[in-house]
């Protein structure tokens, strides 16, 4: 059974309506392909929806993580994200089919 993701347009960060947008194909500067990005200025997550549902969550969660806390470090974002991932998987709540969205 294949569920896809629900594309939702907008969400609250610390108190603050932010967009999220869905590219099939999300890329840096360089050509590099990227799984998310966090556009502070327009306050925009970009969501690369060509990729597994349970990376699209732990993708989501990084992205957030970069919207609260926009004077962190990658790395810390990196793990923390990872963590709370994990934790969620371990708790039965992110019961996501592994296949494509
Ligand atoms: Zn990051």
Known sequence: MTVTAKRI???TLRGRKWKV????????????????QCHHCCRTLFIAADQPNDELAD????????????????????SAAG???????????????????
């Open 9 to 11: 347009r907008t969400l």
């Open 21 to 36: 947008r869905w590219p099939v194909k999300l890329v840096n500067d360089s050509g590099k392909p990227l799984l998310g």
């Open 59 to 78: 993708t989501l969660i990084h992205e957030m993580l970069h919207g609260c806390f926009p004077r962190v470090r990658e790395k810390r974002i990196a």
């Open 83 to 101: 963590e709370i991932f994990k934790a969620l998987e371990r708790l039965g709540l992110l019961r996501i089919p592994k296949g494509k969205t």
